[in-house]
């Protein structure tokens, strides 16, 4: 399979070097596509640096900071034009560990569409997590599976692969939320198409070095999509 890694970028000039190493590390045929939305921090010229020396990498510069979704929906958009066969998300503050996608990638070997790095399968954990704010996300979890009628325990997981061609059918251009929302919607929509969902445990770990970008309004919009989504979607099927 031809894989594409796409990592997401804001400054992260402190991780940006040893998350490609660990990528090429763990998957030294894979090919890693850097999308920085003009980092001030010079994220994008040391992607370009270390790509230089370990092969396979691609730096794409955004002209501004436009989002999380928006920084997927132009990786994946080049990964389809370059005919790759899965693209991959990861976070790129190595809060993903890269030695995992070995056993996400041969979960899409198998024949999955979707497999989710999850933090809530037997043998995932988030060790680093406070409590109630573990409970928090376990429960926004439970209620996006529920009221979206979905068999998925870690939808705003943002360490996943998906099958190109799978890509290719959900109409990933139209996702416009960003954060959780985006993860949500698009395992929503693999779902609504027919996709076969795998999850595969990991251990998901706060990020070291860097200030994280999440914030209070990405999981309110989450929320508030995910409520909007299914009142939708049941109107429609009532009206059929």
Same mark, same amino acid.
Do not use: C
């Given at each position: 399979?031809?894989?594409?890694?796409?990592?997401? &970028?804001?400054?992260?000039s402190a991780n940006i070097e040893e998350v490609l190493r660990r990528v090429r590390?763990?998957?030294p045929s894979a090919s890693v596509l850097v999308v920085d939305d003009s980092s001030p921090d010079g994220t994008a010229d040391i992607a370009q640096q270390?790509?230089?020396?370990?092969?396979l990498v691609e730096v794409l510069r955004r002209p501004s900071k436009s989002g999380l979704g928006s920084a997927y929906r132009d990786g994946f958009r080049?990964?389809?034009?370059?005919?790759f066969d899965v693209l991959v998300e990861m976070d790129s503050d190595l809060s993903h560990d890269p030695a995992a996608l070995p056993v996400l990638l041969a979960a899409i070997?198998?024949?999955?569409?979707?497999?989710?790095?999850?933090?809530?399968?037997?043998?995932?954990?988030?060790?680093?997590?406070?409590?109630?704010?573990?409970?928090?996300?376990?429960?926004?979890?439970?209620?996006?599976?529920?009221?979206?009628?979905?068999d998925v325990a870690d939808a705003t997981s943002g360490y996943r692969a998906y099958r190109s061609e799978t890509i290719a059918k959900v109409d990933f251009h139209t996702v416009k939320a960003d954060g959780y929302g985006f993860q949500i919607e698009?395992?929503?929509?693999?779902?609504?198409?027919?996709?076969?969902?795998?999850?595969?445990?990991?251990?998901? &770990?706060?990020?070291?070095?860097? &200030?994280?970008?999440?914030?209070?309004?990405?999981?309110?919009?989450?929320l508030?999509?995910?409520?909007?989504?299914?009142?939708?979607?049941?109107?429609?099927?009532?009206?059929?």
């Open positions: 399979m031809r894989v594409l890694v796409v990592l997401p &970028t804001y400054q992260e590390g763990a998957v270390i790509g230089h020396e370990i092969g080049r990964g389809l034009t370059d005919g070997d198998e024949g999955s569409d979707l497999v989710i790095g999850s933090r809530y399968v037997p043998g995932g954990s988030i060790p680093d997590w406070s409590w109630h704010r573990r409970a928090l996300s376990r429960w926004g979890n439970r209620y996006a599976a529920l009221v979206l009628g979905m698009m395992a929503y929509r693999v779902v609504t198409v027919g996709g076969l969902v795998a999850e595969v445990p990991i251990s998901f &770990t706060d990020r070291l070095r860097g &200030t994280s970008k999440m914030s209070g309004r990405i999981v309110v919009e989450a508030i999509l995910v409520t909007w989504w299914g009142i939708r979607d049941r109107l429609l099927r009532l009206r059929r």
